[in-house]
């Protein structure tokens, strides 16, 4: 079974890595940022050369996440546009510790650089439009509530857009929680999140936004995540297989129980179809 942390645990594994641990933050965000960009290369088929990705990128840690994987995916033949929803402008944009340093990085690579600010809507949808993926990366998981001002913004210029999305760590505008969508949100075709998946990306409406989900594994201790307080557990196919018994080839149907389904009321059978159709499946 797979471990699902929500938002605060989360958190607590940031600091605890680098207080208690010495990971560098700088490290855990260029792992993620790798792992973002080898997911945006397999959606594109594996070929970089001339295809076009635009990274958005917001203020903090989720952004700066966003900046490594738009230098790798630079360095490896695409034609990479940045989209700053940010304040601020090119010179002193207003940015996390760890995201700043991603984007003195990232300025010394071939990148072309948009700032939301700088862009009417029509130009800004045209932008994106225009790409053969687009990395999500505005808001993280401490997002809490509608995204407002830049944020919503880009948002809807995504959304309009309509090209193929891949969110960072959780889709812009889905509360990592809980999965509610209170404003404006990217719908993506796939998310990398990092370390666990998320509350809100296997519950409805976030689900729906999140598309498939990857867990990437970037550097945190694994007594971290093991210890983490679990919001709940996401059942795989290896777990459900691996609690069912051998059956020998020359096995029958008698020789595994009998099983009685009590369920159900007038014009109310279907949990007792179900539970019926579960029992038959199980063998």
């Not at 070929?47 to 738009?70: F, K, M, S, T």
């Not at 033949?77 to 996390?96: T, W």
Request: aromatic share 4%.
């Amino acid at each position: 079974m797979i471990k699902v942390v929500a938002r605060h645990a989360m958190q607590a594994i940031d600091r605890q890595a680098a207080a208690e641990y010495g990971v560098p933050t700088l490290l855990l965000m260029e792992n993620a940022g790798a792992a973002v960009a080898r997911r945006a290369a397999a959606l594109l088929g594996g070929r970089l050369e001339g295809r076009r990705i635009v990274v958005v990128a917001g203020p903090g840690n989720n952004g700066g996440d966003g900046l490594v994987a738009a230098r790798r995916l630079a360095a490896a033949g695409a034609r990479v546009r940045v989209v700053m929803a940010v304040d601020g402008g090119p010179e002193q944009p207003r940015l996390s510790e760890d995201a700043a340093v991603q984007y003195r990085l990232a300025r010394a690579f071939d990148l072309q650089w948009s700032w939301v600010d700088e862009e009417p809507p029509e130009a800004g949808v045209r932008l994106l439009g225009d790409a053969d993926l687009v990395v999500d990366a505005v808001l993280g998981t401490g997002s809490r509530g509608a995204p407002r001002g830049k944020a919503s913004r880009v948002i809807e210029w995504m959304a309009q857009a309509g090209r193929p999305t891949l969110a960072v760590d959780i889709p812009s505008g889905v509360d990592a929680d809980t999965g509610q969508v209170p404003g404006p949100a990217v719908r993506c075709v796939e998310t990398v999140t990092f370390g666990a998946p998320k509350p809100g990306l296997l519950t409805f409406p976030g689900a729906a936004f999140a598309g498939r989900i990857w867990v990437a594994e970037i550097g945190f201790p694994p007594a971290l995540i093991q210890g983490a307080p679990a919001a709940a557990f996401l059942l795989d196919a290896a777990t459900a297989r691996a609690w069912l018994p051998d059956r020998p080839l020359d096995a029958h149907k008698g020789r595994f129980g009998h099983v009685l389904v009590v369920a159900g009321s007038r014009g109310m059978i279907g949990a007792g179809a179900l539970a019926a159709r579960a029992a038959l499946v199980a063998g």
